[in-house]
């Protein structure tokens, strides 16, 4: 068995990393692409190893002679790399394609060794290692027989996204028997590349094949636990760099995203929240019928989305404004804010982070749960002076909950005392209380003090849209708000979201029964796990103490590796003599059930210091 390495390419969408420079020689986590592709090819015990070089290949070959490899490496030389595609530089190593089998690989495809593993160890001779398609895939796609059969190889031209259930994707590394070369693939590669001509791509010969009653080829089928990447620009050399990350690295690099995690096959978000079980699929499919007048139209500016607004929740247009998030509306409240700010802590910072510390007065509570009440709370702040107080009900991460009833005791405390409440009530709509909310008409009207935010994204499980709302009855506030926003400050998807919202109501309230049922079923779940304690909680997330010895880092970590689980680690949030905790998303049934069974299974193995 050899291998062959096509690395001709120039790359240039890597830019100024290959400027002058191959791209197989673009750094990874500090280590060359060839480097590691070489590293793994040499544990296989091969007869040589084929490189094929076009672009800066006297850079690339010097550099490859500097390396500890074993197996013998030869050089193929593409002198037209700029004038051909890839068919041509393996047309260029044919001879070497039928002396004997040959693994096929392309430089710029970062994999781990399992992946090459597979290859090796499946008894049949010939294969094209294909993945289920995922979002971030590009390129040439396949469809598979239940026998890895290829039936299609599908085109950038024949791809079509509402038949994606069924793709699969090539993953560029191949097994060519020394046969198979001889019969099929040589013989095609050669009457291809005369009658198409160089500047095609070598799957094509592929595509050719699979058309015969016997292509000589089959398919095999990537696990989702066994992780590759192809890299094509700086956004996918970000990526790659964070799933083969050392593990010390792997859990910061992913968390500095802050999203996007659908880039990453199979992970489980349990980190950002968001309701699971909305919106409905009817609802989706008639946003995804619209999707083409939505993306070529503007949306409509400040004045329409208000009346949208205030059509869905009950209110005057005068009275709301939306935001590109809640995130853009606290941030505009906080620029408008003077005085001494009163917050809870452990509480969501982004309110406290975006004022001077030096004017913030926090409340923490004195007790296990983090749990605190209304008279707790103006007890504290009595003689703080605050000019502001920014409240979480329920409160992010504890889930601590303050009926209605005391948050009305609240307004009217703040208004007695000429203090601006922000009461951020983005998780009241999974409370056990109904009717818990405080976006009223008549009761803003009375209270021109209180400034009711709410994160739709999290609410009603959109959070791609980025929408939310800011309600009050100071219009010169509210007014002033919409003036330090864009007149565009969301897309046509989420103005159409917020027109079509009110026939999907009975939905929601459909989701938040399964949402609340769900919470109750997880936090028992989790509570019969030895080493965990569950804080009781009122929103869609769980905040749970590790009692057994295990930090959190280390068990965030753990999650992320071997389970494909992301969570929030709150040591940077709460800092209490060296307790752990962790928040935790409820997700649905299936996916609780895969995160219930991982921490069992991490919290019973031994503590290693």
């Excluded at 992301?566 to 905790?581: A, E, G, I, T």
Aim: charged residues 25%; negative net charge; proline residues 4%.
């Amino acid at each position: 068995m050899q291998a062959i390495i096509l690395a001709a390419g120039m790359g240039k969408r890597l830019k100024q990393l290959t400027q002058n420079n191959t791209k197989c020689m673009v750094k990874v986590n500090g280590i060359p692409m060839i480097n590691r592709t070489l590293s793994q090819l040499d544990r296989l015990s091969l007869s040589r190893i084929v490189i094929v070089v076009g672009y800066e290949g006297e850079k690339l070959t010097g550099h490859i002679r500097t390396l500890d490899v074993k197996t013998p490496v030869v050089f193929v030389e593409n002198p037209i790399y700029n004038k051909t595609n890839n068919i041509y530089s393996l047309f260029l190593a044919k001879d070497y394609l039928l002396k004997e089998d040959t693994l096929l690989l392309e430089s710029d495809v970062i994999f781990q060794d399992s992946v090459l593993d597979c290859l090796m160890e499946d008894p049949r001779d010939s294969l094209a290692l294909v993945a289920k398609y995922e979002a971030w895939m590009d390129g040439t796609c396949v469809r598979l027989s239940e026998q890895d059969d290829i039936i299609d190889m599908i085109s950038k031209k024949q791809f079509r996204f509402s038949e994606i259930e069924d793709y699969y994707k090539t993953v560029n590394l191949y097994k060519f028997s020394r046969e198979f070369s001889r019969t099929h693939y040589v013989p095609f590669l050669e009457a291809y590349t005369k009658a198409l001509g160089n500047n095609e791509y070598y799957e094509q010969v592929l595509k050719v094949l699979v058309a015969l009653d016997d292509p000589g080829i089959k398919a095999k089928r990537l696990s989702p636990d066994q992780k590759w990447y192809e890299i094509d620009d700086i956004q996918d050399l970000d990526i790659a760099e964070s799933m083969f990350a050392p593990e010390n690295e792997r859990t910061a690099l992913i968390q500095r995203r802050y999203g996007g995690y659908w880039r990453y096959p199979g992970m489980l978000d349990f980190c950002y929240l968001v309701n699971s079980y909305y919106p409905p699929k009817k609802m989706m499919d008639e946003i995804r019928s619209n999707f083409d007048v939505l993306v070529r139209q503007y949306p409509s500016g400040m004045y329409v989305n208000s009346l949208l607004a205030a059509r869905n929740f009950a209110l005057r247009q005068d009275q709301i404004l939306v935001g590109n998030g809640a995130a853009e509306l606290i941030k505009a409240l906080i620029e408008q804010t003077q005085g001494r700010l009163g917050v809870v802590r452990p509480t969501f910072e982004e309110y406290s982070n975006r004022y001077d510390p030096d004017k913030t007065e926090a409340y923490y509570p004195d007790n296990d749960n983090f749990s605190y009440t209304a008279d707790e709370l103006t007890t504290f702040f009595e003689d703080k002076d605050i000019r502001c107080l920014a409240l979480v009900n329920p409160d992010n991460p504890s889930g601590n909950y303050i009926p209605k009833a005391d948050m009305l005791r609240l307004v009217q405390w703040t208004g007695e005392r000429g203090i601006h409440f922000i009461a951020d009530e983005s998780f009241v709509d999974f409370a056990d209380e109904e009717n818990a909310s405080l976006l009223d008409e008549e009761l803003l009207d009375e209270n021109p003090h209180l400034t009711v935010v709410k994160s739709i994204s999290k609410s009603y499980g959109i959070p791609g849209l980025r929408l939310g709302i800011a309600a009050s009855a100071d219009t010169a506030r509210i007014q002033e708000l919409k003036k330090s926003v864009s007149i565009w400050n969301i897309n046509s998807l989420g103005e159409f979201y917020m027109q079509i919202e009110e026939k999907y109501r009975k939905d929601y309230t459909d989701a938040l029964v399964k949402v609340k049922a769900e919470r109750n079923r997880f936090s028992a779940l989790l509570s019969a796990v030895d080493g965990i304690r569950v804080i009781p909680s009122q929103a869609d997330y769980l905040m749970i103490e590790l009692t057994g010895g295990h930090t959190a880092g280390a068990v965030t970590q753990q999650l992320l590796l071997r389970y494909n689980c992301l969570v929030k680690d709150l040591s940077s949030k709460v800092k209490l003599k060296n307790r752990q905790f962790l928040r935790i998303a409820v997700r649905s049934q299936e996916d609780d059930d895969i995160l219930a069974e991982a921490l069992k299974e991490l919290l019973s193995a031994p503590i290693h210091s």
